[in-house]
């Protein structure tokens, strides 16, 4: 009985947290270059197979028997989002797997948004600040007319003036999530390459790829979940209740 309780328990802090990603996920619909996060729970049979390491070795050793829903760690969802043309010439997409290096004050981080602004030392920054990186550090645009180039090249009156850098991870990188659109890889000894099939669309911004009916939808079936797993606490918490008032009473 108290086995059936505690995997109640571990549903419900499974919905709760699959729940906080996608509302995180629907905050951020509208936000330039965006990534969604997929989130989905281990049951008993896969957390099995998992520490069976996927062998048929009848010598490994399975630990003692958890019958939990776990809500495992959310992956970015690194599909292509919708490009929208906005003619500003700050406004730069990437079109394909690519994403752009930049400078922060915890070190460097990744992001695809591309709405672009100048600080006031003259950097191109993105984001909460931080730095584009280009192929000689930290872009600098002292003015002038700005045109990019489908890879990447930046010119100021027609002058080249730096290259912004962007790069292409393995395919089944993790990544974590830092805040203001930036990630890095959770794996830092896979270092990601130079980016080769991805151009730079100047004058256009790349959406989120938040899918927001299937998100809706993810949302109603954990609040079902939820409220599934709140019952059955309270069923259990009922049948404890008489296993100690009624059926232990002593008779005699």
């Excluded at 951020?28 to 896969?46: C, D, H, I, K, L």
């Excluded at 292509?80 to 922060?104: E, I």
């Excluded at 003259?122 to 180039?149: C, D, H």
């Amino acid at each position: 009985m108290n086995r059936g309780f505690y995997t109640a328990i571990s549903g419900v802090m499974s919905s709760v947290r699959r729940m906080e990603v996608a509302i995180n996920d629907l905050a951020n619909a509208q936000t330039p270059g965006y990534r969604a996060e997929r989130t989905a729970s281990a049951s008993f049979s896969e957390q099995l197979v998992g520490q069976l390491g996927g062998g048929n070795d009848s010598s490994v050793r399975l630990g003692p028997l958890v019958l939990v829903n776990a809500a495992e760690a959310p992956e970015l969802d690194l599909r292509q989002g919708p490009l929208s043309g906005t003619g500003r010439s700050l406004d730069v997409a990437l079109d394909g797997p690519g994403f752009f290096v930049v400078d922060t004050p915890r070190g460097t981080a990744y992001t695809r948004d591309g709405g672009m602004s100048v600080d006031a030392q003259g950097n191109l920054t993105v984001g909460e600040g931080s730095r584009l990186m280009g192929e000689n550090g930290p872009i600098q645009f002292n003015g002038g007319e700005l045109a990019i180039g489908a890879d990447g090249t930046i010119f100021s009156d027609g002058a080249p003036v730096d290259r912004l850098r962007m790069v292409e991870f393995t395919t089944g990188q993790h990544f974590q999530k830092l805040g203001a659109n930036l990630v890095v890889p959770v794996n830092s000894t896979q270092p990601p390459a130079d980016a080769t099939s991805t151009n730079v669309l100047q004058g256009f911004i790349e959406g989120s790829n938040v899918d927001v009916t299937t998100t809706m939808t993810n949302m109603l079936e954990l609040q079902r979940a939820y409220s599934a797993n709140t019952r059955m606490i309270q069923f259990h918490d009922q049948m404890l209740t008489r296993a100690v008032n009624d059926i232990a009473r002593p008779t005699g």
